[in-house]
Structures are given as structure tokens and as C-alpha cells.
């Protein structure tokens, strides 16, 4: 009998940034293992949040409330002076490896255990609090005693010896500060860092079997990693139990917290018209049903939005849409919502083939497979490849039809008027509520009575004074000095810094208002910066620049650019490890696909016109300050003096109108064309944030905004 072997791993794909820390509400975490709880303390208020497991044994795939999680670990982690020690994971490492032999949970012997950083939505790409959640996670939150990994950054291998983790350079600092002597880092994206699968065959004896759960891993993913693994004579496996869950007790239940309707003025279609829609997308490639499996694809066809997981609009459930029938796959009695069923016309007599049928969320393997039982030849089922396994083979293969992105996925990513309308207010009230943040760091920073922390919650606290704020978009980064270094840094009281005079402070952070979705990254110093403080921060500038004023031709996908915002760094030698750009969802995820700019291998798409992405290049210097500069931005058509077989032209329209320090720029780096676009982005930010300031009778906060945008003079 040959050896049986499961793996911990990372969905990639996506365009997602990946978080340590979950929601910075306060400074306090009060973390209870037993309960799996944790309370946030915040203006004195104590809030339970929940996280879910699927219960054992049961058909029901795995969704996990992806970002709540990770706020345990300000208490699971013990970090000191911005660097977590690591928890002895041997005892952890130990109750895993036991019930991967146990015939009680395995039908073989297995040796390690695969989860992939994804829940059984494969949801893509959150910035920094992703919708992902897996067993590296639940280990961390398993006890106070110990923690597996402590963050969905990678994908760990567990063998009987072995344990070690891939991971990118945005987690290489976390990873190794946090991982005890039990695992090795691998760190991606250096050419002398083994792949998953060559380090599996290295390690695993002959005819091994590779487990993994079938409802978190993608089927693409399975794919490559089922075919790599046979051609060297191992099988890879579903195992129906997911282990980690077999050793995390008391787990709560999913999330099932009432739902926002949207209308017409915020989506600019009806749900019934992206019906008919995605119905016509069918037709054309002869398919019968379309499977909707990820979350804020869901929220998007039915203008719907939730609060089931924390800092993305969306909520728990699955949609199979036929040529004539709807079924929509969601737990709870907030169905029963009377404006929710008006919304959804429930109890109306509408057209057959537009009433929606509500079933079980958990009912959605079995109706699949009934679907897939009824097929005649040539049906179709559409999915998209990053669907799990499970779902997947639910349905016939001869009967499957995959894409990598799902005509929704791509409709959701070209904005409509009414949506870009809503980007629009939604930028502009988030730089009024930074404007004041800025205006009061600038008073505040010199008395030394400001933390990480502090800044963190005085952001939220402006953003919720405007307008249809619903929460934040993500975790906020805030961080001074060194701890800036750490690209997805989040503050908790062992390693909350007090902002000085005398560091470099970056803020990363942004909100969910209802008409729009924002995330924006400025980098100041309340004192003065040093030369070569001011060189870096230009050439991040420079790229920056040169993202945002790119012209490009119809066609281009995004990954073409990323080289553009690394000019600068490169002349230099230096660089920055991670990629320059992701999506952005309207009152939706903060990361979504299926476009993005970066150097790393993915399938993105071109760019269109109402596409809206980020513009973010940066430059970290360990142990010393981390630099970035962010905004989003709108793909527009651009005017060009020609036009090469009339395909047309593209470039970009800043969404963010927050003013850039200017006394971290070293002018004299700047091309004149370069110190032209500054002086015009801040002249549109004075316009445009100092009415809306002016209306909304912040005076204070306007004179800073007419301070900071005083223009720059190049020197010659």
C-alpha cells in the first residue's frame, strides 16, 4: 500500500493581496480559543464576531467568514518591537498528523493535509483582508497556546518530517519572524526556491497519495497539481472530512446577517436585465446552465449586498441560472425581508422564467448533481475553473463547460455610468474625511501622543462621519518607521508605534460606502525627510506617474504596465515584491478580477474602458520605512495624434484626490513633464475636494488641502 500524503495550499489566481491582521477597530483583542470568539473592543463597546466551519461530515462545502479570523491572532500572536515571535507549533503539527492516519476520518493512511488559502467560494483577491480563509488559519486560532502559520500567506506542505511554507515577498518578513523551527520558508519568486510540486516529489515516498478537500481547492488548481503529481507516480485524492476542521471544536455557525438591497440609482441595471444578459452569454456558447459560485458574483447579479464577511458587501450563497429557471442558494430568514422579496419580486406572478426559486444554501452539491443526472448529450454546464473540485465534479465531465473569468466577472468589472458616478462620490468623500485625518496628524504628530493605532481609528472615525458609509474596505495599515517595511503590517498593542517627527509614516486604508468602494495609500513625514528618504519616495512617484499618464492601445492587459512603475526603482536597483495594481469592485470587494497590474504570472484580461484598478508602487527598506503611493483609477479613452488600425487608444483618470507630500519629493528627479502632472493632479484635488470640503463647512481641513497643493517649481 502506497503512502497517502495531503497538502496545505494557497488558491492563486487571483489578484488578491493577502492579509495578516483583521479589522483595526480598537487596541484592544481579547482572543477565547475555546469559544473560537473574539470580542473587539472599540468606544467601549464589546462585539462578537463570528467565524464558521463546515460541520463535520457534512456534504456542505467549507465558507468560512474569510477576514474575521484573523483578528485573533493579535492575541494568538506575541509580536514584539514590530516582530512576532513564533508559537511552538510541535504539539499542533502533532494532533494533525494523528488524524491523518486515523481511519476515522481518512480511508488511508495520510501523511500531510492540503487546504488552499480559499473558502468554497474560491473567493479571489480581497487587498489586504482577501476573502480567504483556511486551515492555516483555523490552526492559529485553534488555541492561545500555539499557532500553525498564524495567516493565509502562502501554501503550507506537511509531510510526517517535513513542513514548509511558499510564500511571496510581501509575507517574506512575516513568514519568517512567525514560523518556529518546525518549517521551512519558501520563499516564491526566487529561482532557487523549489516548486510545490518538485519538492513533493522529492520528499514523497514511491506511490504516495495526495489528500486534499475537495470543496476548498479550485479545479483548476486540482488540475495541475493532480497531473504533475501522477507523472511522478502519486495520486492526488478528496478527502471528504476536512482534517483541521476534525481538531477545531466548538466552531460557530456561517454568518447569515441581513441583506442591502441596491436600486437603479446605484447599480444602473436591474438584476432581471443582467438575467437577460448573462442568458445571452449562454446562448452563445450553447450552454444550458451557469453555475455562480463566487460571492460578490452573486451580490452583483441580483444588486444585492451583505455584511457575512467582514469588509466585503457580500453574503453566503450560490445561483444556478437555466435558460428558464433561477435557483438561488442562501440560508437564513433574511429571505424573509419584505423589502428583499419586493426587490427580488419573490411574491409576485412574474414570467416563469424570471422567479427566483430560494433553496438551501447546503442543498447546492445535490441539486448539481440532479442537473448534471438530467443532462442530455451536448448540454452544457458553465463554471468557472476556479470553482471547487467538489462542485465541479458534480457535474459529468463531458458535460462541463470552463472559462478562467465568468461573463459576470467581466461585466462586473467594466463599470456602467451610474457605477462610475458612484466611484466618483465615493472619492471624493473619502478624501474630505483624509483631508481632516492629515490636517489632524499634522497638529497631532509633534505632541507624541499619537500611536499606529491612534491613526488608524481616528481614519475610521472621519470616513463614518460621511455619507452612506457602510464600513471599512479593509484592514487599515498604519505604520510609522520600520514597521512600514512590512508591506501588509497591521497595528496591535505589542507592536503599536507612536508617530514621530522623525519617521515615515505610511497609511494604507479605505472604506465601503453604498455608491462605491475605495482604497487609497499616502507615505508623510511630520518632520523633515532625509535625502535619500525624499530619493525613494520620488522614484515610487516616478512610477506612479508613469502608470497613471500611460497611453496605451485597446488590447493591453494590464501586466504590461507593471513594468512602467518600476523604471524609476530599476535605474537604481531597486525594486518592490509586490504587483502595481489590482481591480476594484463598486460597493463591492476591494480586490476583484479579472484585470490587474503585475509582474506575476496570472491570466488577466485586457483592459476596457469603465475597468478600474489601482496604481500603487512601492519601495520597503527593511528595518527602516516603507514607501507607497496609491490611487484608483478609471481605464478612459484616450486621444492620440493617430491611430493605428483604428484600435483606439486607452489611459487612465485618477479616482483618489488626496494631495501627495510634496516635501518627500526631490524635485530635481522629476522630468518637467513628470512635475506638470503633480501640479495638475493637485490643482484638480484643490478644485474638486476644496468645493466639497467648503459644502460640508470643513475649513480647517480645506486650508491643509490649499497648503499641500501649493505647486511644485522644478529647478533647473
Known amino acids: 500500500m502506497g503512502l497517502t500524503l495531503a497538502l496545505l495550499g494557497e488558491a492563486t489566481g487571483g ?5 495578516l491582521f483583521g479589522h483595526r477597530q480598537s487596541g484592544a483583542y481579547e482572543g477565547r480559543a475555546k469559544s473560537c470568539m473574539v470580542f473587539c473592543v472599540s468606544r467601549g463597546k464589546r462585539r462578537p464576531d463570528l467565524r464558521n ?27 514584539a518591537g514590530g516582530k512576532m515571535s513564533p508559537k511552538i507549533t510541535t504539539e499542533l503539527l502533532k494532533q494533525l498528523r494523528q488524524v ?17 488559502s ?17 486551515a492555516v488559519e483555523k490552526f492559529a486560532y485553534l488555541a492561545e497556546t500555539g499557532c500553525f502559520l498564524g495567516c493565509r500567506i502562502g501554501t503550507a506542505i506537511v509531510t510526517e518530517q517535513h513542513a514548509a511554507m511558499w510564500t511571496d515577498g510581501r ?122 459560485t463566487a460571492l460578490d458574483e452573486v451580490a452583483w447579479l441580483f444588486n444585492l449586498r451583505g455584511s457575512d464577511v467582514e469588509y466585503n458587501p457580500v453574503f453566503f450563497a450560490y445561483a444556478v441560472i437555466g435558460m428558464n429557471t433561477i435557483r438561488l442558494f442562501i440560508d437564513g430568514d ?46 452544457k454546464v458553465w463554471l468557472s475553473d476556479k470553482a471547487s473540485y467538489a462542485l465541479t465534479e458534480a457535474i459529468p465531465k463531458a458535460y462541463q463547460y470552463l472559462t478562467p473569468y465568468t461573463p459576470i466577472c467581466i461585466a462586473k468589472a467594466v463599470k456602467n455610468a451610474s457605477e462610475t458616478e458612484g466611484m466618483r462620490r465615493a472619492h471624493i468623500k473619502d478624501a474630505v474625511a483624509l483631508c481632516e485625518l492629515f490636517n489632524w496628524l499634522e497638529k497631532e504628530v509633534p505632541k507624541g501622543t499619537v500611536t499606529e493605532i491612534i491613526a488608524a481609528d481616528k481614519a475610521e472615525e472621519f470616513r463614518s462621519q460621511q455619507k452612506d458609509f457602510v464600513e471599512l474596505s479593509f484592514a487599515t495599515i498604519s505604520s510609522t518607521g520600520p514597521n512600514g517595511a512590512i508591506i501588509h503590517y497591521k497595528p496591535v498593542p505589542e507592536t503599536n508605534r507612536t508617530l514621530s517627527v522623525n519617521e515615515i509614516y505610511l497609511l494604507d486604508s479605505g472604506a465601503q460606502y453604498k455608491d462605491g468602494t475605495t482604497d487609497v495609500t499616502r507615505t508623510m513625514h511630520f518632520g523633515t525627510p532625509s535625502a535619500y528618504e525624499k530619493e525613494c519616495f520620488t522614484y515610487v512617484l516616478k512610477g506612479h506617474i508613469a502608470v497613471s499618464a500611460a497611453i496605451f492601445p485597446n488590447g493591453t492587459k494590464g501586466h504590461l504596465l ?44 485586457p483592459l476596457e474602458a469603465g475597468m478600474i484598478v489601482s496604481d500603487e508602487p512601492g519601495y520597503y527598506e527593511d528595518g527602516s520605512f516603507g514607501i507607497r503611493i496609491e490611487n484608483v483609477v478609471l481605464v478612459i479613452p484616450a486621444e492620440t495624434k493617430y491611430n493605428f488600425k483604428n484600435r483606439g487608444s486607452l489611459t ?61 517649481a522644478r529647478v533647473q
Open 562 to 605: 507593471d513594468s512602467f512603475a518600476r523604471s524609476a526603482l530599476w535605474d537604481c536597483g531597486l525594486d518592490y515584491l509586490h504587483g502595481t495594481g489590482h481591480g476594484v469592485g463598486s460597493f463591492l470587494n476591494v480586490h476583484e478580477g479579472p484585470c490587474g497590474i503585475s509582474y506575476k504570472t496570472f491570466a488577466d484580461e
Open 334 to 379: 433574511r429571505m424573509m425581508d419584505p423589502v428583499v422579496r419586493e426587490h427580488l419580486q419573490l411574491d409576485s406572478n412574474l414570467e416563469p422564467e424570471f422567479k427566483i426559486q430560494v433553496m438551501p444554501y447546503g442543498s447546492i452539491l445535490s441539486e448539481l448533481q440532479a442537473v448534471g443526472a438530467d443532462l442530455s448529450p451536448k448540454e
Open 652 to 712: 487612465f483618470e485618477p479616482l483618489t484626490l488626496v494631495p501627495i507630500q510634496t516635501k518627500m519629493i526631490d524635485v530635481k528627479l522629476l522630468t518637467q513633464k513628470e512635475c506638470d502632472w503633480v501640479n495638475s493632479y493637485h490643482q484638480k484635488c484643490r478644485e474638486v475636494i476644496g468645493a466639497e470640503l467648503e459644502r460640508q463647512g470643513r475649513h480647517e481641513a480645506l486650508r491643509w488641502l490649499i497648503q499641500e497643493t501649493e505647486p511644485l
Open 171 to 292: 509575507y517574506f518578513l512575516q513568514a519568517a519572524h512567525q514560523m518556529d523551527n518546525n518549517w521551512t520558508l519558501m520563499k516564491m519568486g526566487l529561482k532557487d526556491t523549489p516548486t510545490q510540486e518538485d519538492w513533493l516529489v522529492s520528499v514523497l515516498p514511491e506511490g504516495s497519495k495526495v489528500g486534499v478537500d475537495p470543496f476548498i481547492i479550485p479545479a483548476d488548481q486540482w488540475k495541475r497539481m493532480s497531473k504533475a503529481l501522477r507523472s511522478a507516480g502519486h495520486d492526488l485524492v478528496p478527502v471528504k472530512e476536512n482534517l483541521i476542521d476534525t481538531i477545531w471544536t466548538d466552531c460557530p455557525q456561517r454568518p447569515c446577517k441581513p441583506l442591502i438591497t441596491l436600486d437603479l440609482s446605484y447599480t444602473g441595471v436591474s438584476w432581471r436585465d443582467k438575467i437577460v444578459a448573462l442568458r445571452s452569454k449562454m446562448a452563445e456558447r450553447k450552454v444550458l446552465w451557469f453555475v455562480v
Open 118 to 134: 480559499g473558502d468554497a467560494h474560491q473567493s479571489q483577491g480581497q487587498k489586504h483582508c482577501n476573502l480567504k480563509l483556511n
Open 53 to 79: 466551519c463546515r460541520g463535520s461530515l457534512s456534504p456542505t462545502p467549507s465558507c468560512l467568514p474569510p477576514a474575521d479570523i484573523c483578528r485573533a491572532l493579535a492575541k494568538v500572536l506575541q509580536i
Open 100 to 116: 491523518m492516519k486515523s481511519p476515522k476520518y481518512v480511508q488511508e493512511p495520510v501523511q500531510a493535509y492540503i487546504v488552499p
Open 15 to 19: 489578484t488578491g493581496m493577502l492579509e
